[in-house]
T-cell receptor, first 115, second 111 residues
Framework: DAGVTQSPTHLIKTRGQHVTLRCSPISGHKSVSWYQQVLGQGPQFIFQ???????GRGNFPDRFSARQFPNYSSELNVNALLLGDSALYLCASSLEWLTGFDEQYFGPGTRLTVT | DAKTTQPPSMDCAEGRAANLPCNHSTISGNEYVYWYRQIHSQGPQYIIH???NNETNEMASLIITEDRKSSTLILPHATLRDTAVYYC????????????FGKGITLSVRP
């Protein structure tokens, strides 16, 4: 079975532009979480979606938004890009709503560079 | 903020056991200890988790002290492919239980 897939793998954008990142969870997984990882730091939680509803949000500005589709895939959108948004964006899937008992499986990430 | 403290780096020889320490002195009763690792330029990989008993799987062993204030991840026979950043995470149970990563510990396995 395929693991978590993300597209694109790399992306270069200019300040002020908008970007959409995509994630397909493991088959049968209903929950998708997004994380941002800047160089030298651990991943930071952005959003969690379960059954197409937002279930959790980290400390990120409103320029960041996401949604989950009926097939459980997800998109992360970032508006008005800043240089500081340059990072590896990771998607993780899990079977159900995060309860602390479940394991999250991470995709390879999308490397976003903002110039 | 991360609720764990890890040294920034350590190394070990290939074939030897790697013992990675983690302090979590403020852990509460409903919080699990999770370990993930991240090999360069890849997404984090789940290793193991535990509440208060020692745990073992095909990848590693997790030893949690009786007072649960610290733990050790043991890779019994480290290989070069185990070179990675290892994250120790204290995770609440219940709704919206996200993973809160710190900076982790960089393990370098030398030939």
């Amino acid at each position: 079975d395929a693991g978590v897939t993300q597209s694109p793998t790399h992306l270069i954008k200019t300040r002020g532009q908008h970007v959409t990142l995509r994630c397909s969870p493991i088959s049968g997984h209903k929950s998708v979480s997004w994380y941002q990882q800047v160089l030298g730091q651990g991943p930071q939680f952005i959003f969690q979606y379960y059954e197409k509803e937002e279930r959790g949000r980290g400390n990120f500005p409103d320029r960041f938004s996401a949604r989950q589709f009926p097939n459980y895939s997800s998109e992360l959108n970032v508006n008005a890009l800043l240089l500081g948004d340059s990072a590896l964006y990771l998607c993780a899937s899990s079977l159900e709503w995060l309860t602390g008992f479940d394991e999250q499986y991470f995709g390879p990430g999308t490397r976003l560079t903002v110039t | 903020d991360a609720k764990t403290t890890q040294p920034p780096s350590m190394d070990c020889a290939e074939g030897r056991a790697a013992n990675l320490p983690c302090n979590h002195s403020t852990i509460s009763g409903n919080e699990y200890v999770y370990w993930y690792r991240q090999i360069h330029s890849q997404g984090p990989q789940y290793i193991i988790h535990g509440l208060k008993n020692n745990e073992t799987n095909e990848m590693a062993s997790l030893i949690i002290t009786e007072d649960r204030k610290s733990s050790t991840l043991i890779l019994p026979h480290a290989t070069l492919r185990d070179t990675a950043v290892y994250y120790c995470i204290v995770r609440q149970t219940g709704a919206n239980s996200k993973l809160t990563f710190g900076k982790g510990i960089t393990l370098s396995v030398r030939p």
